[in-house]
């Protein structure tokens, strides 16, 4: 197998052909390619990028590296949802059941939370008893029952994300484009969807802040996903301030549920009801966005979508008392108030901190192997635009560890910015790609 010569082709800004990317995958699938050379791999196509029949394959190639799920006891267009990830990002959590109330069956797999961004599953798991490891039939059944299933990633299906994702994270390949894309797309493909939303973040919270660079990858998903025959819209959303009130596991639980009641902050609202608009274009019940909105807020009002989270929580093994009553969710005891120092406006609340310093009470991980506090998070009570006297208390800090709350404290302190004049809200869907 001459793994150098490719290693050197793609240095040299070379095109791998089919059989070559196959190769590659199936050796790094099976262990027979050592990780340097993987590695070394990797890095040439940061630097140098994939052409899109290099790209297409390679996604193809991890399809294939084991599993795909049918779902045929399924009827209708299966649509699915993914968000390059956020702080206070809460929306899968009300998007899901509000989508399946409407007619579009909705396979997700989601994931968990890695450096100051938050993981669905965290979220899911601060109900007690809820299982997100199924198997692949117990996933189809929990589909076929409610509509929904809101699940981790089974190991059987696209085993070669994991292996190249662990080796990219361990050698500064995280962040190119191509690879992010076939890595979405490959699990995606395989779970079994028909047709994804993609929701790109931008700004400082978000895993690629700038926006010419969230625009390529939200190209580069639409374009490979048409190619392998996934239809995909996506959306950039902006990521400088966290969604919602909420951020941390059982305490954004608790908006989502919120959101389903009819209530919640109105950004959270409109983001999921923009996201499910598109998805019920996509599934084929709704023309367009304005029909698809409506929809969605009919979900809201009539309590169809609160209950069809309830009977997915109850079919993945959850406790669904906490549905109509959030207080059984977790909550660390211990309290810190975040208060103005000066009067003014609300100019910033900076994502990016505010997701750090969750992080750093234990609602989120640095390395995959740290545990999560469910209870944990920050409740934030004012957000940019809004009026403040001195003194006003900006956000809420539930904590359970005073070692901890000393290195949050600070980022958490500086990431609310008051100033004299009231600053200019932007929008939360900056662009839409198709």
Same mark, same amino acid.
Request: glycine share 14%; charged share 25%; net charge positive.
């Given at each position: 197998m001459p793994v150098p010569t490719w290693i050197a082709r793609k240095r040299d800004g070379g095109a791998l052909d089919d059989d070559a990317v196959r190769a590659i995958i199936d050796g790094a699938s099976r262990g027979v390619i050592p990780d340097y050379q993987i590695s070394a791999l990797l890095m040439a196509i940061v630097w140098r990028g994939m052409s899109p029949r290099e790209l297409a394959v390679w996604l193809d190639a991890m399809v294939a590296s084991g599993d795909r799920l049918k779902l045929e006891s399924v009827a209708g267009t299966k649509v699915d949802k993914?968000?390059?990830g956020g702080v206070g990002d809460k929306i899968s959590l009300c998007l899901a059941p509000l989508v399946a109330a409407c007619g579009v069956p909705v396979p997700m797999m989601s994931g968990r939370s890695l450096g100051h961004t938050g993981g669905t599953l965290d979220k899911l798991e601060a109900i007690p008893g809820f299982r997100t490891a199924l198997s692949p039939r117990e996933f189809e059944r929990v589909l076929a029952k409610t509509g929904l299933v809101l699940a981790g990633q089974s190991a059987r299906l696209a085993p070669a994300d994991k292996i190249?994702?662990?080796?990219?994270?361990?050698?500064?390949?995280?962040?190119?484009?191509?690879?992010?894309?076939?890595s979405i797309l490959s699990k995606k493909i395989a779970e079994g969807a028909d047709a994804l939303v993609m929701d790109?973040?931008?700004?400082?919270?978000?895993?690629?802040?700038?926006?010419?660079?969230?625009?390529?990858?939200?190209?580069?998903?639409?374009?490979?996903?048409?190619?392998?025959?996934?239809?995909?819209?996506?959306?950039?959303?902006?990521?400088d301030q966290p969604i919602g009130r909420a951020v941390g596991n059982a305490c954004e639980l608790a908006e989502a549920i919120e959101i389903l009641r009819g209530g919640g902050p109105a950004d959270t609202r409109a983001l999921t009801v923009r996201l499910g608009a598109e998805m019920l274009v996509l599934g084929g019940r709704a023309r367009? %966005? $304005?029909?698809?909105? +409506? &929809?969605?807020? *009919?979900a809201i009002s009539s309590g169809a979508g609160l209950e069809r989270f309830?009977?997915?929580?109850?079919l993945q093994g959850g406790d669904v008392r906490v549905i109509d009553d959030v207080a059984r969710l977790p909550r660390a005891r211990r309290t810190k108030e975040i208060r103005a120092r000066t009067g003014g406006w609300v100019t910033r609340v900076d994502a990016g901190l505010v %997701? $750090?310093?969750?992080? +750093? &009470?234990?609602? *989120?991980?640095?390395?995959?192997?740290?545990?999560v506090d469910a209870g944990v998070g920050i409740q934030i009570d004012r957000k940019v635009g809004d009026e403040v006297r001195r003194g006003d208390r900006l956000a809420t800090v539930h904590y359970t560890d005073a070692a901890r709350w000393a290195v949050a404290g600070p980022m958490?302190?500086?990431?609310?910015?008051?100033?004299?004049?009231?600053?200019?809200?932007?929008?939360l869907v900056l662009e839409t790609i198709v």
């Open positions: 993914h968000s390059t190249l994702y662990a080796l990219r994270d361990a050698t500064g390949t995280v962040e190119s484009i191509p690879l992010i894309a076939s790109v973040k931008v700004g400082s919270g978000a895993f690629l802040p700038e926006r010419a660079r969230a625009r390529m990858l939200a190209r580069t998903i639409v374009d490979l996903g048409g190619r392998a025959g996934l239809r995909v819209i996506a959306l950039l959303t902006a990521m367009d %966005g $304005r029909i698809g909105a +409506a &929809l969605i807020e *009919g309830r009977k997915c929580v109850a %997701g $750090r310093g969750a992080t +750093a &009470l234990g609602a *989120g991980r640095l390395r995959k192997e740290d545990r958490l302190e500086q990431a609310f910015v008051v100033g004299p004049r009231a600053p200019r809200v932007g929008r």
